[in-house]
């Protein structure tokens, strides 16, 4: 900074502790020790990087690729990114092995970052998760009414049963082949509380087709 203000001042004294452990105890690495250190002592968080090759030795990349999971039972996920940040939206879908993000929103725009189509297809791409967005399953803008408690969503979500769920079948099948053939796949929308979102009742659709014959997780 340019200015002459001492903000360590301003800090709690905690925080100045944790600075000063923080250079005394990394201050000197430089870029290559200090990803060493990281993928020696949290080995999930090299499974995507392009450097750990270079950086550890086969025994030590072999924690790393251990650390990648890997689940061969097909599940159909239902998640939402309220109140998380993309890195913990991203963390989930990896910890839990999705192959496949459906976007099942009417209109994939958010004022949150990394939540807009466009952006939140490339995120997924990087991590090694197809997108699919699927409108026609959302719920339209209007339909949408002010929701200010529980009895508000479950009238909206009956029309949404009635209605909605009637007309489309055949993105609730091609739902269904999706998660066939890539096996763990994973419904999302906006709402943290899967009895506020429509994702639960697209859900359970899906369920009833048949041939569907997996298990259900809200993550």
Known sequence: ???????IKDLKSVDVMS????KHHFGSLNAHDLMRHTYLNFPYWAINSKKAKDILSADELQKVKDSIPDRSDIVLYTIGYE??????YLNRLIRNDVK??????????????????????RFCENVGVMYFHIPDVGIQSDQRRELNNQ????ELFLTYRNENLLKTSQSQHQILSLLKQHKRIALTCFEADICQCHRKHLAEAIERLDGFEYNVKHI
């Not at 900074?1 to 903000?7: E, G, P, S």
């Not at 109140?83 to 913990?88: A, D, H, N, P, V």
């Not at 009895?151 to 479950?154: I, L, T, W």
């Open 1 to 7: 900074l340019i200015d002459k203000t001492d903000y």
């Open 19 to 22: 600075i000063k452990y923080i």
């Open 83 to 88: 109140g998380i940040s993309l890195e913990e």
């Open 100 to 121: 496949v993000l459906v976007d099942v929103r009417a209109n994939a725009l958010s004022m949150k970052y990394g939540f807009s189509k466009s952006q939140l297809s």
């Open 151 to 154: 009895k508000d969503y479950d």
